[in-house]
């Protein structure tokens, strides 16, 4: 099954790139039969850390959920980079590393909250703990009242992209 | 065409302004966690950008000949790239920064280090 579902999207991405190559659909015969020989070495090769232990990411909810996802992500990603702009033309930087517990359970959800960190404003994720699914985050502007409590407030961090996270893939 | 043009010049000078100011942002700050800000929200975002031009010619293109040429097939492979770009780039950073954290660099003018003197391995 974990073969057969990492054979097919890696011969869709194949597809995808080889699109208009011919008149067979839209692609040409020797390009649909290459895709697919490659597409099942592929899956021969990497099933096993493709897909580690299940297949919910199937689920088109999630994908949905994903998509929505995308809107508040680039708004967040688009004040990031005004903000990283003015604070590179100024020199205005109170940086600091700070642990946050988000609490997530599954492997995919902690890698979308460790990208979206990393691309959102003045964050950057340095390090996990694999058996607490603890993140720690360079973040280049501290607020001081976030460093009153131990359990650190994760929303003046990275806004709610932890719940986010959970809703797509926990 | 004209108003297709235009809005693929404005994408081309913001995408250079961001890119430009990740350059800026490499040499102004102090150490590599701070730099590896700029060198990836900028360069990221002003790559967005710059794909984004590419992408509005090839659409262009591609309505105006009503069919899939070499030029209009660009879109997707723009698509393609730029998802390659947020994910890849997104995790080169942590690479480096973990790296740089267990190798003992310090983030310069901090005010807080949760991860000081902890040794997460795996």
């Not at chain 1, 700070?98 to 997530?104: A, M, Q, R």
Request: proline share 4%.
């Amino acid at each position: 099954m974990r073969f057969l579902v990492t054979a097919i999207v890696a011969y869709l991405l194949y597809l995808l790139l080889t699109i208009g190559s011919g008149t067979l659909l839209l692609w040409n015969a020797a390009e649909l039969i290459i895709g697919a020989i490659f597409a099942l070495v592929v899956a021969a090769l990497v099933k096993n850390r493709y897909l580690k232990r299940s297949l919910r990411m199937l689920n088109p909810v999630r994908w949905f959920i994903w998509f929505i996802y995308l809107f508040p992500f680039l708004f967040a990603m688009a004040q990031a980079n005004v903000d990283v702009a003015y604070r590179v033309l100024t020199g205005r930087i109170n940086p600091g590393i700070v642990k946050i517990s988000p609490k997530l359970k599954t492997d995919m959800a902690l890698t979308i909250l460790a990208n979206s960190i990393t691309l959102t404003p003045g964050t950057l994720s340095i390090n996990v703990d694999e058996e607490t699914n603890d993140l720690y985050v360079h973040w280049i502007n501290v607020k001081p009242e976030v460093l009153k409590e131990m359990p650190r407030d994760y929303h003046p961090i990275c806004n709610s992209f932890p719940d986010w996270a959970r809703r797509i893939a926990g | 065409m004209g108003a297709l043009n235009i809005v693929t010049y404005i994408f081309i000078v913001i995408g250079l302004f961001f890119n430009v100011v990740g350059c800026i942002g490499l040499n102004r700050f102090p150490d590599v966690y701070t730099r590896l800000h700029a060198a990836t929200k900028c360069t990221t975002f002003g790559s967005i950008f710059l794909i984004m031009a590419v992408i509005v010619q090839s659409v262009g293109i591609w309505a105006m000949e009503g069919a899939l040429s070499s030029q209009s097939i660009l879109s997707i492979h723009a698509v393609i790239a730029l998802v390659a770009l947020l994910i890849t780039n997104a995790t080169g950073a942590h690479a480096i920064a973990r790296a740089a954290h267990r190798s003992g660099e310090k983030p310069a003018r901090a005010v807080v280090d949760d991860l000081e003197g902890k040794d997460i391995d795996d």
